[in-house]
């Protein structure tokens, strides 16, 4: 236990190397409090954050903020982040069966890449790890997901200060929505030298209304 708290990901000598990012370390800033009165308890689950949501409206997180301007990116640079991304899958490169997420610099530089069974995990890794480094806004990055981009994708995005995000299939209405309404730019079936733009195109050259 420690003065101020820490998580931080498993050092333990007996966890399989492949599933240490799946595994944290909590020290507590101090003791638990009483938990014997009638305190009312929840379940504390890994879901996207909108499995169980009543409304819309309870999606909304209070103080997001638009990203940074830019980064200025050509469509070329895009077109050659789904093969970095599948490169560094080394677990898929195995089972086949998961998700990814990769965070990458303007000029296309593999900065990091999570994977699980979860797409929003995956993400979850990502941004953990930058908040871990000291890296949070993540200011001039484009996150790639290796599936659709669902509304909870570029809620995170955007809570990280992403302001890109791209995916090998389609963006949900509700995440196109999100983006266009915070200034992000969203890329869906990002893939084969393509890809279609639904938001944010002045970020992206060679693209109607892009910078260049």
């Known amino acids: 236990m420690t003065a101020t708290g820490r998580i931080a990901p ?47 409206e309870d999606l909304e997180v209070a103080g997001m903020r638009p990203p940074a301007p830019g980064p200025w990116l050509d469509a070329a640079t895009l077109y050659q982040l789904p093969e970095r991304l599948r490169a560094a899958q080394r677990v898929f490169a195995r089972t086949g069966g998961l998700h990814a997420a990769g965070l990458f610099s303007a000029e296309a530089v593999t900065v990091r890449v999570g994977e699980d069974v979860g ?4 993400v979850d ?40 995000v791209a995916g090998i299939s389609a963006p949900s209405s509700l995440a196109v929505d999100l983006a266009e309404r915070f200034s992000m730019t969203v890329v869906g079936f990002l893939r084969g030298g393509r890809g279609n733009v639904y938001c944010g195109a002045p970020r992206i050259a060679d693209v109607a209304g892009g910078e260049r």
Not at 26 to 54: E, I, K, Y
């Open 119 to 122: 797409r929003h995990n995956a």
């Open 10 to 56: 498993c050092a333990d000598a007996d966890i399989d190397p492949q599933a240490r990012d799946n595994v944290v370390t909590v020290d507590l800033a101090g003791p638990l409090p009483d938990l014997a009165g009638p305190t009312r308890r929840g379940t504390m689950t890994s879901a996207c954050g909108v499995c169980g949501t009543r409304a819309l």
């Open 125 to 164: 890794k990502v941004v953990g790890w930058a908040l871990q480094h000291g890296r949070l806004p993540l200011t001039g990055h484009v996150l790639l997901v290796s599936g659709r981009i669902g509304f909870e994708i570029v809620q995170k995005a955007l809570a990280a200060g992403v302001p890109v």
